[in-house]
């Protein structure tokens, strides 16, 4: 019985160091949309440098937009990479045109507006191994136990990395936006578990804030 309250805070360490290292921190629909529009088809894109990165951003979210039922279709799909020259700005109207033309009268769109970083002292730690009888040990005995099961944890210094992001929905008709929201994501391991799970937490939130006004 003396092994379970070791058990039980080591199960809440690994719950808590588990934890979703992203989330959405705030959302915002235009209150301005008096009459909703039932949107059929959404343009993604996600307005990153890196090729790579985008592709598998505009994958994520178009799988996660298909799992809810939205029809899609990715910039990566209607614009080739060499569709800019010297990276100058391509004329908006060109772009809307095309989008209006392959049937999307919704443009979400994804980008990173800033990130942080931050460096910080994580206290060292002495543990122990769980509790056994020792009383019929001499001083020897226990010492012989303990000092080898006994062990120390130094402490160090970690830079967190924070990273926040910015997603848009825009009517393809009118240009308005219709939805916004930010989000931010801690220590992201690699790009396509950080891309996954912003996808699917996106999804849900604008699902959820715009329900009926995807048919």
Known sequence: MKKLPFLLSSMLFLLVACGPSQRVTSSWLNPEVKQKPNYKKIFIAAMVQNPSYKGIIEQDLAKAAQSMGIEYLKSSELFQPNFTSNNAP???????????????????????????????????????????????????????????????????????????????????????????????????????SFSREYAEILMARMKRDMNDRFK
Do not use: H
Request: hydrophobic share 30%; proline share 5%; net charge negative.
């Open 90 to 192: 391509v004329d908006k109207n060109i772009i809307l045109d095309r989008v209006r033309k392959a049937g999307c009268d919704a443009i979400f769109t994804v980008a990173l507006v800033d990130q942080n970083s931050e460096t910080r002292y994580v206290p060292g730690t002495t543990s122990y191994s769980p509790y056994v009888g020792y009383g019929g040990y001499g001083f020897g005995g226990y010492y012989g136990y303990m000092y080898p099961a006994m062990y120390s944890n130094p402490g160090y210094y970690t830079t967190d990395k924070t990273y926040f992001m910015q997603a848009n929905v825009f009517d393809a008709t009118t240009e308005g936006m219709v939805w916004a929201a930010q989000s931010e994501a801690t220590n992201p391991s690699k790009i396509s």
